[in-house]
Structure formats: C-alpha cells, structure tokens
Nanobody
Framework: QVQLVESGGGLAQAGGSLRLSCAVS????????MGWFRQAPGKEREFVAT????????DYADFVKGRFTISRDNAKNTVYLQMNSLKFEDTAVYYC?????????????????WGQGTQVTVSS
C-alpha cells in the first residue's frame, strides 16, 4: 500500500512563497510519476503540476507556469512543489498523487493514490 503525506501548507501573503512536500511510503517510489492537484471551495479538483518517475519530465498548468516548480528526491521518497509569486487565487487545498507509471499526466483519473491534502491560503 502506498501512503502519501503532504506538509508545508499555511498562510502566505500575495507575492510570497511556500514549499509543499509530499512524503511517500513504500520502496517503489522511483517507479511512480507524481502529481500535484488543488481544490478550491466550490470548485473541481484541478491539475497543477506533474513529474515523471525519474524526474526528467515535467508539466504544468498554464496558470502556474513560471511561478511553481515541481521536483522530487527519489532517495528521500519525497516530491516537492515550490510555489513563488503566490496569488490570492492560489488559495486551495493541495493534494499530491502517485501514478504507477513512468510518464507524466495531467489527468487526475490516472492517479491511484492520494494524500489527505494541505491547506494553502494566500492573503491579498
């Protein structure tokens, strides 16, 4: 069983930064592509960023390109989301997810395992 635990959320001012982490249990982390998604109140869960199992492939939603960076450390079984130049509209619960495949995906239905989420609140 794969378990994912997010951390690093909190309150930030507009223009500020936060770094989210997602620790993944299990010995096969390096075989999973990973993704970050978010869900704001009253809205659908939406794709934010994804990274391939080896880290060489990355993709981002247009609304975070140039501001957010996804990375991973396979030795630590952890994936990160560095969020810079935060905007009020980035306020949401952020979820990490694991996909048992090498390649990236922006489709949330591709992901088999999900964390519980971490709240990010950006004040304007």
């Amino acid at each position: 069983q794969v378990q994912l635990v997010e951390s690093g959320g909190g309150l930030a001012q507009a223009g500020g930064s936060l770094r989210l982490s997602c620790a993944v249990s299990g010995r096969t982390f390096s075989r999973y592509a990973m993704g970050w998604f978010r869900q704001a109140p009253g809205k659908e869960r939406e794709f934010v960023a994804t990274i391939s199992s080896g880290g060489g492939g990355r993709d981002y939603a247009d609304f975070v390109k140039g501001r957010f960076t996804i990375s991973r450390d396979n030795a630590k079984n952890t994936v990160y989301l560095q969020m810079n130049s935060l905007k009020f509209e980035d306020t949401a619960v952020y979820y990490c997810a694991a996909k048992p495949s090498y390649t990236t995906s922006s489709n949330r239905n591709s992901y088999d395992y999900w964390g519980q989420g971490t709240q990010v609140t950006v004040s304007s």
